[in-house]
């Protein structure tokens, strides 16, 4: 179900108090990434307090969105840009976005861009080259895909040349490829 399926997936991000940090002693809670940015003081301390900053000291979730440490309004801010991607190509974008986008990138153009690049994934390099020849050859020349000289083509190197003009590969954790067009 898809609901469940989600919400096992769901970013969340752990948030505590940077004054009571630097004091020595943690004062945070887990939450959910999406309303990370509505997380008050108050909310942490469960009382009235004048520490003011809040920070996001751990996460999970995020497939590699979010390195390290951030503000809360960051860490919804990517949340709200995973969940606008299937959960089929979150890590992919999450690799792309990661590998490719500006920091200060729009995140709306972002998801067309990634729809843009993404190429899927693949078992190799060599694969999405037999592939994408394929894709240029007429159906009198796919029959002929299992006879020479189609049989005899070195897709390793076809692949080498591809990957060399435009298109990018990198490693999918199930251990594929996903293949990017970065033009
Ligand atoms: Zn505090």
Redesign the pocket.
Known sequence: MPATLTAIDAPRVWIG?L??YNAGYL?GDWHDADVADLVT?ED??SKP?D?EELWVMDHENFLGLIEGECSPSHATEMAELLAEIPANERQPFAIWFSTYADDDADPAAAVEEFRDAFMGEWDSEADFARERAALQMTEEEKELTTCWPFNAINWDYAAQELFSSGFDAEAAPGGGIYVFYIG
Do not use: E, F, I, K
């Open positions: 108090c004054a009571c004062t003081p942490l301390h307090t520490h």
